[in-house]
């Protein structure tokens, strides 16, 4: 069965380092996604992405962070300078084109482990 | 008040027993519901969607929705050790970022 895939598995980094984090979506998906799991709280979106660019972002999402599809297979989250508070969980979804509710379900990859010390 | 509320749990229950999960919402314009169940750092797996108000059975687990009351459950029967994982819902309006509840972890017991 087709699935998300995510890497690197764990990212470990220093405060003020950038870091790329990689997502290969499902291969017919178009909608991508990024959210994030702080330890023990809520998971929490980051930004969507169709069509070459954001469809919608959060709040989190401020200018430390950016997304890029670089090739017709890869989805990357760049984080700028990393913080303290940037250690998280962080997965991509994607979902597929389509009318109504089965475009609409988004299916999660395995995640990436990001430590900032 | 908080979007999507659910209670963390932790929640034991012996194998075989029927198990109800449950989560309340603010915003009535959600049109769809999903549960996703997640096991110790891993990714969120898809488990049931559901749009609008009604139920949905897959086997052992049925979904209801009911949006009048702004309230969802996950109902799992004959609950098995490997349904142990924390359960998540999850909602939004169409084609937008999903709102998650905090999850509530479910051990079942042998």
């Known amino acids: 069965e087709p699935e998300v895939t995510q890497t690197p598995s764990h990212q470990v980094t220093q405060m003020g380092q950038e870091v790329i984090l990689r997502c290969v979506p499902i291969?017919?998906?178009?909608?991508f996604y990024w959210y994030r799991q702080i330890l023990g709280q809520k998971v929490e979106f980051l930004v969507s992405?169709?069509?070459?660019?954001?469809?919608?972002k959060s709040e989190i999402f401020d200018d430390q962070f950016s997304v890029e599809r670089p090739d017709g297979s890869n989805f990357t989250l760049k984080i700028r300078s990393t913080k303290l508070e940037d250690s998280a969980m962080y997965f991509c979804?994607?979902?597929?084109?389509?009318?109504?509710?089965?475009?609409?379900?988004?299916?999660f990859g395995p995640g990436t482990r990001l430590t900032v010390l | 008040q908080k979007e999507v509320e659910q209670d963390p749990g932790p929640l034991s229950v012996p194998e075989g027993a029927i198990v109800s999960l449950n989560c309340t919402y603010s915003?009535?314009?959600?049109?769809?519901f999903m549960w996703y169940r997640q096991y110790s750092r891993k990714g969120p797996e898809l488990l049931m969607y559901?749009?609008?108000?009604g139920n949905k059975e897959d086997g052992r687990f049925t979904a209801q929705v009911d949006k009048s009351s702004k309230y969802i459950s996950l109902f799992i029967r004959d609950s098995q050790p490997s349904d142990s994982a924390t359960y998540l819902c999850?909602?939004?309006?169409?084609?937008?970022?999903?709102?998650f509840g905090k999850g509530t972890t479910l051990s079942v017991s042998s």
């Open positions: 999850a909602m939004n309006q169409a084609g937008t970022a999903l709102i």
């Open positions: 915003n009535s314009a959600f049109q769809y």
């Open positions: 559901t749009y609008s108000s």
């Open positions: 979804a994607s979902s597929a084109p389509g009318q109504g509710a089965r475009g609409n379900e988004q299916f």
């Open positions: 992405f169709y069509n070459n660019e954001i469809s919608e």
């Open positions: 291969s017919n998906h178009l909608y």
